[in-house]
């Protein structure tokens, strides 16, 4: 292959397959991962799909409809934990290893060919290999000379199941001509019924459009779609680490409730995993707010903005709690609960405070560093905090 190669390595039915790889049990078998003990379905093994189970389905309806199905809630502390090992891989293969999502990553690998001495969609083979000897998890990988081409190659790789797909540049319009327009990367059902208005069904016929028409029905996002499908990588692979504005955390309570202290408990773990994030991205928030949504689907948000930033989970239990009094109704029955942490600053731009107690300062940090070193010698989790029938806290 010629110009830049980049390959997309993407992990298939990645929750069901960490599901399988801690419990072999599972494999071979219908297994399909909900997002909550009353919610749909959002990864689904290929016995599951041949049984008909839907990506999206309803719980109860899959149940009901496919009930030689095996149904998993949704473990997403297991998943994180699984990707950063599949992320940490791959970068042994290749210096420059860009995170998309939880199972998807674009990997530079032009001029690599010479090291391991193979031809590229070899190594991409051997990559695939050795990520299923090492850490038993499928991968699919498309290759070819932009994002989105490789993008491309990866989904063809899974529809042809045969692990590995590259696209060549110089075969690139071939690929278009039996490629429809919704099936490219970025193209939502907006700019698909865009396109069909405009007579453009495949994405052959969208590269054959002038730059011009593109940038003034699209915009810079259709001109640099168009090159990316012909081959020019407009948009290279990059170690750059995009740092978040926000951490936000929620997830259905398991059961209607108006519970205070049930709410409450399922705020801590909230408040939990996004200090922890806080603290390993070396970062503080000072926008802290409650989210509460009620059985029929009503949202309630509570925001405080802090004067002095934190990372702490019990400062921020305070705010939260105190928020939450302001949104709670005991005669309500909610869903969900969340914690939104907004305005983050990072340790290098922090503003240092005239009047701060550096002795509780200290004390908070080692503290929070206490609980961070517990955590990753035992596992996430291994502490947590809850309320007594009586409101108070543990």
Known sequence: MSRNVIALVDCDSFFVCCEQKVNPDLKGKPVSVISNKDGCVISRSKEAKKLGVKMGEPFFIAQKEHSKGIYIVANHDLYADISGQVMNFLKTFSPTVEVYSIDEAFVELTGLKRLYKMEYIDLAAFIRQRIKEELDI????????????????????????????????????????????????????????????????????????????????????????????????????????????????????????????????????????????LRRLGAKSSVISVMLRTKDFRVYVEKKVLEKPTCYEWEVSDIVFSLLEKIYSPSVLYRSSGVILDNITYDNAEQLFLFSDSDEDNKNKRLAACLDKLETKFGKNIIKTGFTGNGKGE
């Open 138 to 277: 499928n991968v699919s990988i498309g290759m070819s000379s932009s994002k989105t081409l490789a993008k491309l190659a990866s989904d063809k790789a899974k529809t042809e199941n045969c692990g590995v797909y590259a696209i060549h540049p110089r075969f690139a319009k071939e690929e278009l001509q039996k490629t429809s327009i919704e099936e490219i990367w970025g193209i939502g059902r907006n700019l698909t019924k865009l396109f069909h208005r405009s007579g453009i069904i495949t994405a052959y016929e969208l590269v054959c459009q002038s730059d011009e028409w593109l940038s003034k029905r699209v915009g810079i996002k259709g001109l640099e779609m168009k090159h990316e499908l012909l081959g020019e990588m407009v948009s290279p692979v990059t170690n750059e680490v995009k740092l978040p504005k926000s951490i936000q955390n929620t997830s259905a309570l398991g059961t209607f409730t108006s519970d205070i202290n049930f709410i409450k408990n399922s705020l801590n773990y909230h408040i939990h995993r996004s200090c922890a994030k």
